[in-house]
């Protein structure tokens, strides 16, 4: 970095620690003081961990941190997942908070547990960092993606290219949580396009929430089929089976 540069990263974490103290923000769990960050340290050290012993593919939790079964008699399509937290109270309330409030704060929250829980291995081989997309209907009705506000930060802290525009969602699915687990799979076959190539490259996609992993399934069918060679999910919150 330059020597501007570094007085200019100088000169924005000082206007954020005085923002910080003139105007201290209330923890969004507790309402405490939280100082510049949008949780204070005790809730946000009690959020539920993902187990870090998961299967590499889908990331559920398994013996030694093998391939699950599911993964093994059906591999799916993109490489590895990554998510950091579990899919439970008060992950799910801060997610929806996030999605259907425009707590859209909320989203460097995510970017910064996401960039603390993959490995630097898994930045240093990526190429570009992929927001799973929104269909325009879905777009128009909540005014956000909510995977691209979290994959913004995310490609900042990580000096990763954003691509934006290069996949679409032209198909409005019925949503995935409506259908039973058997039937998301078909639902969102052929939702994807892509329009640029993407021949050699390695993808870190972005979303907020991994359940059965169909729709992250048939984004990476669509990215490979245009050339990724590689796709690792990158999620906030894991779905576990009961």
Known sequence: MSISGHIGSSVLATAHRLVAALLPQHCFLCGQTSGATVLCQPCQHGLPDLPEICCPRC????????????????APLFDATIARYRYAFPVDKLIQALK??????LANLFAEALASAAKVTVFAGADAIVPLPLSRQRLRQRGFNQAVEI??????????????????????TPPQASLPWQARRKNIRGAFECSVDLSGRSLIVVDDVMTTGATLDEFARTLKKHGAVHVTNLVVARTLKD
């Not at 994959?151 to 409005?172: I, K, T």
């Open 59 to 74: 990331a559920l939790p398994t013996p030694g941190g093998s391939t699950c079964g599911a993964c093994l008699r059906q």
């Open 100 to 105: 259907y409030s425009h707590r859209l704060a």
């Open 151 to 172: 994959a913004r930060p995310l490609a900042r802290q990580l000096h990763l290219p954003l691509l934006l525009d290069a996949c679409q969602r032209p198909v409005d």
